[in-house]
C-alpha cells in the first residue's frame, strides 16, 4: 500500500494534478481569511455566534464554509450561488418548454450555461 503512495510521485501527470489541487487549498483558505472591505467583521461575527445559538440556516452555512461568513472573507460563497443557480435552470426547464427545448440542444445548453452564470453574479450580489 506505501508503494502505491510512492507510485503518485513518481508519474508526472499524477505529480501536476496533485501539485495544483494543493496550491487550489492553500488559495481557498488564504482567501478564507481575507476580510470584505468596508465590513465590520466584529459586528458581523458577533451576529453569526447568536445565530448559531438559536439554530439558523445562517449558523449552518457558516459551518459549510468553514468560518468564512463569520469572517466576512472573500470566500465565504463558495460554489453556492452557482449550483443554486444550475438548480433555477434545471426546474425552469421542466416548467417552461421553450428552455426544455435549449436544454436539448447544444447551442442551447450554451446558452443555458452562460444564463447561469450571469444568475450566479446576481446571486452572489444578493
Keep these: 500500500m506505501l508503494d502505491s503512495f510512492g507510485n503518485i510521485f513518481k508519474v508526472p501527470d499524477l505529480k501536476r494534478k496533485l501539485a495544483f489541487t494543493l496550491f487550489a487549498i492553500v488559495v481557498y483558505r488564504l482567501g478564507a481569511h481575507i476580510p470584505l472591505p468596508g465590513i465590520n467583521v466584529t459586528a458581523l461575527g458577533y451576529l453569526i455566534s447568536n445565530l448559531k445559538a438559536q439554530g439558523s440556516v445562517f449558523g449552518l452555512y457558516d459551518i459549510f464554509v468553514g468560518g468564512a461568513l463569520s469572517r466576512a472573507a472573500i470566500m465565504a460563497l463558495g460554489v453556492m450561488p452557482y449550483i443554486s443557480a444550475s438548480i433555477i435552470?434545471?426546474?425552469?426547464?421542466?416548467?417552461?418548454?421553450?428552455?426544455?427545448k435549449l436544454q436539448k440542444d447544444e447551442e442551447g445548453r450554451k446558452k443555458i450555461t452562460r444564463y447561469t452564470r450571469y444568475t450566479t453574479v446576481g446571486l452572489a450580489a444578493i
Design 89 to 100: 435552470f434545471q426546474l425552469l426547464g421542466s416548467v417552461f418548454p421553450q428552455v426544455e
